[in-house]
């Protein structure tokens, strides 16, 4: 990665309690838990994504997911581009990470997340396969989803497991 493409991320004290991510829980739909454990389970998910999966519109998925990147469960990037902007790029952080765990009822100790990660995302050569995979992922769910139909997607974690 060059100095061109750095990406600062904010620094959290990964010692955060259990309480206090619990004391989330109380914030959070559904659809924020699917979200997360989407994050997880694909790596990466631009804003656009997001709103094909789970939005109606475009402002309501960057308004909450801004939401969810204030509340620290969510860190985003937007990669260099030659010309104009990349849309955000949303990964877990270890707080969400955190409630998946709890979510799937896995000691966190035991969950194959690892905050240093992020940085293997963000710095990937691989990063626009991932993104245009996903995004593949995105619009046939937007497909199913406005036809009425139901799509169970099997990402690389679960497929790998």
């Not at 969510?74 to 990964?91: K, L, N, Q």
Request: one cysteine or more.
């Amino acid at each position: 990665m060059s100095a061109r493409d750095h990406v600062s991320l904010r620094s959290r004290s990964s010692a955060r309690s259990a309480s206090l991510i619990t004391s989330y829980s109380h914030r959070l739909t559904r659809r924020d838990f699917d979200i997360l454990i989407e994050l997880y389970e694909h790596r990466v998910l631009t804003t656009p994504q997001i709103y094909e999966l789970h939005f109606d519109t475009h402002a309501r998925a960057s308004k909450r997911m801004l939401q969810l990147y204030r509340l620290g469960l969510v860190e985003r990037f937007r990669p260099h581009t030659p010309t104009g902007s990349a849309p955000w790029h949303y990964t877990l952080d270890e707080p969400g990470a955190r409630l998946v765990a709890a979510r799937q009822e896995i000691d966190f100790k035991d969950f194959t997340f690892k905050k240093a990660r992020i940085f293997d995302v963000v710095g990937s050569p691989r990063l626009r396969h991932r993104v245009e995979c996903n995004g593949f992922f995105a619009r046939l769910t937007l497909a199913c989803r406005r036809r009425g139909w139901e799509l169970e997607w099997i990402g690389e974690r679960r497929a790998t497991a």
